[in-house]
């Protein structure tokens, strides 16, 4: 029977980046639901499309930073860089939706305003910002942990005859070429963006609020040699990846630091060093360089040892400097502390001389040096998780908000549902693992496709968790999160880089092997904390 209302679906799922991609193939290819897919952009990428600032890329490495449920395209993908940049992402990206015929059923430029629970009929009614309605049985977020970006308030910015910018709405056309750049944040981003500007302004000022410790990302061609290894091991190298902690394909170290001599441990460091990567540098030099005070210690030593080395400047040295402990999300990023010795790129420290206002010109800090700028590009961040959902109006039993519902805090049971919400699933949502993301996006949407295809199944209607799973998930989170030291440094991962926000968990820090675990366990137990009514 041919379906011809167009308003209403099985399931629509909010975002098309990595997670709304795979989920829209899974619910439509797969399990032969009616499904669309809405996205406020002019295209498909999610992040990978707003993040469009000169040298945006991956940090993990190409061959891990990718779909395994798609084969064929990474097959057929002759990636020649370790780590992918953001036009081959979105182009990856847009190549796996040409080839599972998606776009279709994909609606751009389609914000999503308000989703409301029909408590009765067990349909979900969204507005879109085209003015439409549509209504879905099953409603699936995939809308990312890092989509709301914040701008700080400045004292003066609507003076400020330049043009200012964030990293994560990066306009297309903007040319660096020949300006004075002025950069607040020293993040992820911040890193990238610093090395890459640095090579194309004439004059870059780095605001930096907290000293970063950036390990070297190694980025260099790789082999065809190197490819061809990977397509030939797929299954096996997939299979490690899944059942690692965090996912990042390279070999998790289980040596502790402390149980091996000062001259071992400092040729482990130097050989990852070498090697580069972030995550690799935290999780594959020792195994508890982010939970022993002793072991972090120890690392945060050799990286600052290796600042001081580079940087030419022993003041530009010292700044950069990190004072706290090494427990943010791991940054990389090739010849991050070389830049500083370029004489077209200066630093200020924020603690020691903060930014006084915004003035016509640039930036005047307290120690009364106005630095002249033509453009000023936020590398400021994201609102996580909650900015994400906060830019909707979601409404679940008994009319409650989401807003309302997470008032505290974002949670959820399994980083996919949360009590109140029926039918109603997140990818990435709070709690969800600490990993590299692909792999995690991956093993959300094959276990909430499997969870739909069985309530289908069953002719069941509604899938709800319960406030009691979303407690005792809320609870493990937080006894895993302090057992490291990741709630130690103010950053994101905790919700911290918003001023007022107390810290908060949003991830579950047991590794990507250890929540496929508890995810098995669950489906096994005929879904354990669902209620199937
Ligand atoms: O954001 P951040 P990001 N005044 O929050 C500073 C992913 N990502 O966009 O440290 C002055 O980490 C802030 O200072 P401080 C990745 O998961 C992935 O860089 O809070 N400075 C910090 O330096 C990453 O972790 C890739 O003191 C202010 C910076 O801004 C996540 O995105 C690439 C300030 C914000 O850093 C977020 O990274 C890029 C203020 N008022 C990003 N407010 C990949 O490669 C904030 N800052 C996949």
């Known amino acids: 029977m041919i379906d011809n ?101 994909i609606q751009l430029k389609t914000g999503i305003d308000s989703a409301v ?66 950069v607040i944040g020293t993040g992820s981003t911040g890193v990238q963006f610093i090395c890459a500007a640095s090579k194309l302004a004439r004059h870059l000022t780095v605001f930096q609020r907290s000293a970063q410790f950036c390990v070297p990302a190694g980025s260099r061609q790789v082999s065809e040699a190197y490819v061809a290894e990977y397509k030939n091991n797929f299954e096996q190298i997939w299979d490690g990846i899944r059942n690692s902690r965090i996912a990042c394909g390279f070999e998790e170290s289980g040596v502790s630091a402390m149980s091996v001599s000062e001259e071992e441990r400092q040729k482990v460091f130097e050989h990852h060093w070498e090697i580069g990567n972030g995550f690799r540098f935290m999780f594959g030099t020792f195994s508890d360089i982010a939970v022993d005070p002793a072991a972090n ?30 427990a943010k999300r791991p940054v990389c990023t090739n010849d991050y502390y070389e830049t500083y010795n370029l004489p077209n790129v200066s630093l200020v420290s924020l603690p020691e001389n903060p930014i006084k206002e915004l003035t016509a010109n640039g930036v005047l800090t307290e120690d009364g040096v106005e630095h002249k700028l033509d453009l000023l590009v ?84 509604v899938i709800e968790t319960t406030r009691e799973a979303e407690e005792a998930w809320t609870a493990t989170c937080k006894e895993i999160a302090a057992y490291t030291l990741f709630p130690k440094v103010k950053s994101w991962i905790f919700g911290e880089n918003i001023a007022g926000k107390s810290s908060r968990v949003l991830f579950y820090f047991g590794g990507l092997a250890g929540y496929r675990a508890k995810l098995r366990e669950v489906a096994d137990a005929d879904y354990e904390g669902f209620i199937l009514h």
């Open 378 to 461: 936020f590398a400021t961040g994201f609102e996580t998780v909650e900015g994400s959902y906060n830019q909707m109006e979601i409404r679940g039993r008994g009319g409650e908000t989401l807003q309302h519902h997470w008032k505290d805090a974002p949670s959820s049971y399994l980083g996919v549902a949360t009590a109140g919400f029926p039918n109603m699933f997140m990818v990435l949502g709070p709690n969800s693992a600490f990993s590299n993301l692909p792999p995690s996006i991956e093993s959300q949407v094959e276990w909430i496709g499997e969870l739909i295809g069985w309530a289908e199944g069953e002719s069941t209607p």
């Open 297 to 326: 210690q120890a690392a945060s030593d050799f990286i600052r040892a290796k600042i001081r080395q580079i940087v030419k400047d022993p003041d530009t040295a010292r700044k950069l400097c990190p004072t706290d402990l090494y």
């Open 117 to 182: 629970f029909d408590e009765v009929r067990h349909v979900w009614t969204l507005t879109t910002s085209t003015g439409e309605l549509f209504t879905t049985r099953y409603l699936v977020n995939a809308v990312g942990v890092l989509s709301k970006i914040v701008i700080p308030q400045i004292p003066g910015r609507d003076k400020f005859q330049g043009q200012i910018v964030h990293t994560g709405a990066w306009p297309a056309d903007l040319s660096l070429e020949g300006k004075r750049v002025g």
């Open 5 to 105: 209302d167009k308003t209403h679906f099985d399931a629509i799922v909010i975002g098309t980046g990595f997670a709304g991609i795979y989920m829209l193939h899974k619910l439509r290819n797969e399990l032969g639901l009616k499904v669309r897919a809405f996205d406020k952009a002019s295209g498909v990428g999610g992040t990978w499309y707003w993040n469009k600032y000169p040298g945006a890329r991956a940090d993990t490495e190409s061959f891990v930073y990718r779909y395994s449920f798609d084969k064929e395209t990474s097959e057929g993908w002759d990636w020649r860089n370790r780590y992918v940049d953001q036009p081959e992402m979105l182009g990856y990206l847009q190549a796996v939706v040409d080839r599972h015929g998606l776009a279709k059923d």
